[in-house]
Each structure stands twice: as C-alpha cells, then as structure tokens.
C-alpha cells in the first residue's frame, strides 16, 4: 500500500522522512486543517515569504517573496 506521504515523496522528488515532518505538527493545526478551518496553504506560503523564497523554494529575497506570496 502507498501512503500519502509516499506518494508526496515519490512526486517531489524526496525523501519519505521530509513528507513525514506534519507528525510532529501539533494535533490542534492537523485537525484544524483537516476540518478546513484554517487554510494550511496561507500559512506555507507564510512560511515561504518569511524566508524570502519563491513557490519553487528559490531565494528571491523577503520583499519580492512578499509580493509573489501575498
């Protein structure tokens, strides 16, 4: 049986343990994000913008970062 994870991994590219880092998310953002009450997506892109990188996880800088994510 494939797992999600796995699958995550095989499409990017990674190692299974790098799709696997939501097991140590708090259990209050997984189910809060699984029940669609906050959009996990705002919060990577956030994330991408608060380290100056793009979608594609290239470095562009904090304000174009900003601007690209907003």
Do not use: C, P
Request: cysteine-free.
């Amino acid at each position: 049986m494939i797992t999600t994870a796995t699958a995550a991994a095989k499409h990017l590219g990674t190692k299974h343990d790098e799709e696997l880092a939501l097991q140590s998310a708090a259990t209050a953002l997984l189910t809060a994000a699984a029940r669609g009450e906050i959009d996990i997506n705002a919060l990577a892109r956030e994330e991408l913008a608060n380290r100056g990188l793009d979608l594609n996880g290239q470095w562009v800088g904090f304000k174009a970062a900003r601007a690209l994510l907003a």
